[in-house]
């Protein structure tokens, strides 16, 4: 069965970075497109940003310049790193497949992300 786990979150002051990953297994992870998605209390999961099989990445406007995706396949792991993190980035953060092109799997437990003023 697909499993991702998601790691790397944190108590961070605003400015500070954090670097995100996400482990899958059970999956064909190469071929997927993957995505790192979060979710603020009160607010619709959005999607942050994707990469796919073929190293396309594409950002929400409000991280561009800040966050960073990347993949390493041989790991089956998708990492976020983030950079110059505001409040508004407060979230939980989640990776799945890249929900524009593919259906998602079952969610992990996501990893908190806390960005103190």
């Known amino acids: 069965q697909a499993q991702l786990v998601e790691s790397g979150g944190g108590l961070v002051q605003a400015g500070g970075s954090l670097r995100l990953s996400c482990a899958a297994s059970?999956?064909?992870?190469?071929?997927?497109?993957m995505a790192w998605y979060r979710q603020a209390p009160g607010k619709q999961r959005e999607l942050v940003a994707g990469?796919?099989?073929?190293?396309?990445?594409s950002y929400v406007d409000s991280v561009k310049g800040r966050f960073t995706i990347s993949r390493d396949d041989a790991k089956n792991t998708v990492y976020l790193e983030m950079n110059n993190l505001k409040p508004e980035d407060t979230a939980v953060y989640y990776c799945?497949?890249?929900?524009?092109?593919?259906?998602?799997?079952?969610w992990g437990q996501g990893t908190q992300v806390t960005v103190s003023s």
């Open positions: 799945n497949k890249d929900w524009r092109y593919l259906a998602t799997i079952r």
């Open positions: 059970g999956m064909r992870f190469s071929v997927n497109a």
């Open positions: 990469i796919t099989s073929g190293g396309v990445i």
